[in-house]
């Protein structure tokens, strides 16, 4: 793989709409977009997509809206999701994206409280439910895909009879350029505005810290758009790295289409990591790896194979973000497959821009040191302030909880409690709000604790719990394949590693039992937000009762859910 010349975007200052039409002319008929649809590949070129872009900005356009309206994008990935949200900016109004499978009570009130005029209709499971969600009077565009529920109007019949846009008149520095509702872990979810400046110092902070890699970049594009660091990293990092985009078909077909993409980055959060790790691992056990990977000759080839297999040995960047992940698991793809994780970390209400940890400037544990022009600070109570171009003016519709998300003197408060090491590097305490006293009056934050308990592979989701208990308790599910050995084996391993974690613990943060749940933690239960991320208050409602009523059994430190 050739190293890329020192080409990469002319001006970072650049918005992606002046990019895309920028890459039309240079890059014409070169492909950007892969989209496969029923077992076949449909590539778009980059031409061809900024045509298809401008049309639909056209036709956007001509509905007389006004400037800065809001239309909503839903769906799972897809080129039609990447062509409609530069569409929307092109012709002059705000993009509003959905997570795929989330409640319906949250899909109506987004599309209320951002005043959507508009919907484009992607491919999805729930079909049926999610049209029941959407309020009257929304404009409903259906994308050109089997599995897109129908709308009021097609893709190509609403924009086939425009001719493409060739004006795209720049916004107003502080004009509102994208609308991202944050995922939630409790309550309605919050809009967090960013403007056309927010999104130009990002990109230009991005692009220094993750320039281009190499002549031909490809993305793999599974994660949620709606998400700020998917568009962040894959929509927009497309664009200022000229990288193709290749996108997930179906959940399902993960494990086969990564390696058949083979990206030149990989951006995924934790759980995915730690998936990625235990599929290897159920195919060759732990103390067998070691064995060939001891082996002078054979290690080497063992490593690469398995870096192929499971579609990482193109990756030259790889990035885990979103939530903590287990100092165990970013040791073991280092030390095992030879690739390193950079681990960073920023709010969606900082543009996702805060610290990460560099090839150069590395250190397990921490999220990197934070960048020079983040504004970082910590408050007295530690809490992470950040102050930067990137930082949103605010959540939209909502003064006041705007007001309590920054300092009186104008700093973003990240919610995050932090420590800084004698080398600068920046380490994550906890949440706050997730910070939890026990009876006995002692606070314990649960993070650290889950991260170091998260080294057993055959643990797949985990949450630490203490509310009205004398002692933190934690509850966990379980691998397919851990699900499937024999309990007493998996017990031994469950209670040394909870042993080795208490071991590093204050006499007030052991935990006290492990509760093994039965049910899959996912989306569709409730238990996990569309990014991945565990509910800590369902959790709390779902397990709490449970909890207490096992508290007392001290020589049954398993509790298994029947």
Not at 45 to 64: C, F, H, I, K, S
Not at 102 to 111: C, D, G, M, P
Not at 142 to 164: I, K, L, N, Q, T
Not at 533 to 560: L, N, S
Request: glycine share 8%; with cysteine; hydrophobic share 40%.
């Amino acid at each position: 793989m050739r190293e890329a010349a020192d080409t990469t975007t002319k001006a970072p200052e650049e918005l992606p709409v002046e990019i895309l039409l920028r890459l039309a002319r240079e890059k014409a008929g070169q492909p950007w977009l892969f989209q496969p649809v029923e077992g076949k590949v449909l590539s778009h070129t980059w031409d061809e997509a900024a045509a298809q872009v401008g049309r639909m900005a056209a036709a956007l356009r001509a509905q007389g809206w006004p400037p800065g309206s809001r239309i909503a994008i839903s769906g799972f990935n897809t080129a039609h999701w990447l062509l409609a949200d530069l569409a929307i900016t092109m012709a002059g109004h705000v993009p509003v994206g959905l997570y795929p499978k989330q409640a319906q009570k949250i899909t109506r009130y987004v599309l209320e409280h951002s005043q959507a005029r508009a919907l484009f209709l992607g491919p999805m499971l729930d079909g049926p439910q999610f049209l029941e969600a959407i309020p009257e009077g929304v404009l409903k565009i259906r994308m050109p895909y089997p599995a897109a529920p129908p709308g009021d109007v097609e893709w190509e019949a609403f924009s086939g009879g425009f001719e493409p846009l060739r004006d795209y008149p720049l916004p107003a520095a502080d004009a509102l350029y994208v609308l991202i509702y944050t995922s939630g872990t409790t309550g309605n979810p919050k809009g967090v505005m960013l403007t056309a400046d927010n999104l130009r110092f990002l990109r230009r902070a991005f692009n220094n810290v993750a320039p281009r890699l190499c002549e031909n970049e490809r993305l793999f594009s599974y994660l949620p758009l709606a998400h700020f660091l998917e568009r962040l990293t894959v929509a927009n990092g497309s664009l200022m790295w000229g990288a193709q985009v290749h996108f997930l078909e179906s959940l399902d077909k993960l494990a086969q289409q990564l390696p058949q993409v083979a990206p030149t980055r990989f951006f995924a959060v934790p759980l995915v990591w730690m998936r990625l790790q235990a599929g290897i691992l159920q195919k060759i056990p732990q103390k067998r790896l070691d064995l060939l990977l001891s082996l002078p000759l054979a290690g080497r080839l063992v490593r690469r194979r398995l870096r192929r297999a499971i579609g990482l040995d193109n990756a030259l960047f790889c990035l885990s973000g979103a939530a903590p992940i287990p100092v165990s698991t970013l040791q073991w793809f280092r030390d095992k497959l030879g690739i390193l994780i950079q681990e960073g970390c920023g709010p969606t209400e900082s543009g996702a821009y805060c610290s990460l940890n560099l090839p150069h400037d590395y250190r397990f544990g921490s999220i990197g040191k934070p960048m020079a022009d983040a504004g970082f600070k910590l408050s007295e109570e530690g809490e992470i302030l950040l102050k930067h171009p990137g930082v949103m003016p605010g959540y939209y519709l909502d003064p006041e909880r705007t007001r309590e998300s920054f300092t009186d003197d104008g700093w973003l408060r990240t919610g995050d409690k932090g420590r800084v090491d004698e080398d600068g590097f920046l380490y994550i305490v906890g949440r706050i709000k997730d910070i939890f006293k026990t009876l006995k009056g002692k606070y314990v934050a649960p993070a650290p604790i889950e991260g170091a308990m998260a080294r057993n592979t055959g643990i797949d989701q985990l949450c630490l719990m203490g509310t009205q208990l004398s002692q933190p308790v934690m509850i966990i599910t379980l691998t397919p394949h851990a699900r499937g050995r024999a309990r007493e084996a998996l017990e031994r391993e469950l209670l040394a590693d909870m042993d080795a974690v208490n071991g590093t613990l204050e006499a007030h943060e052991k935990i006290a039992k492990l509760y093994v749940a039965r049910e899959t933690w996912s989306i569709d239960n409730g238990i996990m937000t569309p990014t991945m991320k565990v509910k800590r208050d369902v959790v709390e409602q779902r397990y709490g009762d449970w909890a207490r009523a096992h508290a007392h059994e001290r020589e049954q430190p398993i509790v298994w859910g029947e």
